[in-house]
């Protein structure tokens, strides 16, 4: 199901569980997704958003995650910490859609849920659809 629309895109994959994290990176790699960035926690990725030569597009982000979870990884990045990534897209992988999880979104500005584990095709639709590819 490789798409050349993927194919100058690179994500970084927010997750600590290491197969739902290898699942996710094998689902982009299928897409065609020019390069896959993985951090076990919103501490690490903070360290890829800084010190990344690439250009992020998209993140992909578990909640539930040791040292740094998933919202405070997204407060910090909206707050600019790293302001070339103050508004990158962000979507997130969670157990459950709950309404918490819905208005928290609108807070954060998350371009989007995605219940685990993805399918391909959800994936490929919700980075489409956040950068309009």
Not at 31 to 56: F, P, R, Y
Request: glycine letters at 6%; a negative charge.
């Amino acid at each position: 199901m490789e798409n050349a629309k993927f194919d100058s895109v690179n994500v970084l994959v927010i997750e600590d569980n290491e197969l739902a994290s290898r699942v996710v990176v094998h689902i982009l790699e299928k897409l065609g997704v020019d390069q896959v960035m993985t951090a076990d926690n919103g501490a690490n990725a903070l360290e890829i958003l800084k010190e990344s030569n690439a250009d992020i597009d998209i993140c992909i982000c578990d909640l539930e995650m040791p040292v740094m979870g998933g919202y405070e990884f997204i407060r910090r990045v909206r707050y600019g910490t790293v302001p070339k990534y103050k508004d990158v897209p962000i979507l997130v992988l969670t157990g459950a859609d709950t309404e918490k999880n819905v208005k928290k979104s609108r807070i954060y500005r998350i371009s989007g849920f995605m219940i685990k584990p993805p399918t391909i095709e959800d994936l490929g639709q919700q980075i489409s659809q956040t950068l309009g590819l």
